[in-house]
Nanobody
Framework: QVQLVESGGGLVQAGGSLRLSCAAS????????MGWFRQAPGKEREFVAGISWSGGSTTYADSVKGRFTISRATALNTVYLQMASLKPEDTAVYYC???????????????????WGQGTQVTVSS
C-alpha cells in the first residue's frame, strides 16, 4: 500500500519559515516526479511546486517563486518544501503528491499525480 505522509506544518508569523517533509512508503518514486499542492478554505487545490525524478528540474507557481524551494532525497524516498518569507495568503492545507509513471515534463495539474498525502496545515498569521 502506497502512502505519502506529510509533516512540518504549523502556525508561523508572517515573514517566518517552515519546512515541510513528505515521506513515501510502499513503492519507490526514484524515477518519477513529485510535487506539492495546497488548498485554502473555499478555494480549489492549486499547484505549488514540482520536482523531476532526478531532482535536476523544478518548477514553481508564480505566487511562491523565489520564496519556496522544493528538493528531494531520493534514497530516503522523501520530498521537501522549504518555505520562507511566508505570507498570510500562504495559509492552506499542503499536500504532497507523486506521479505513478514517467513523464516528459513536470506536471502542474493535479490530474497528472496518482498518489496523494493526507495534507498538513500551514497557518501564517499577520
Amino acid at each position: 500500500q502506497v502512502q505519502l505522509v506529510e509533516s512540518g506544518g504549523g502556525l508561523v508569523q508572517a515573514g517566518g519559515s517552515l519546512r515541510l517533509s513528505c515521506a513515501a512508503s510502499g513503492r519507490t518514486f526514484s524515477s518519477t516526479d513529485m510535487g506539492w499542492f495546497r488548498q485554502a478554505p473555499g478555494k480549489e487545490r492549486e499547484f505549488v511546486a514540482g520536482i523531476s525524478w532526478s531532482g535536476g528540474s523544478t518548477t514553481y507557481a508564480d505566487s511562491v517563486k523565489g520564496r519556496f524551494t522544493i528538493s528531494r532525497a531520493t534514497a530516503l524516498n522523501t520530498v521537501y518544501l522549504q518555505m520562507a518569507s511566508l505570507k498570510p495568503e500562504d495559509t492552506a492545507v499542503y499536500y504532497c503528491a507523486a506521479v505513478g509513471g514517467i513523464r516528459a515534463r513536470i506536471g502542474t495539474h493535479s490530474s497528472v499525480y496518482d498518489y496523494w498525502g493526507q495534507g498538513t496545515q500551514v497557518t501564517v498569521s499577520s
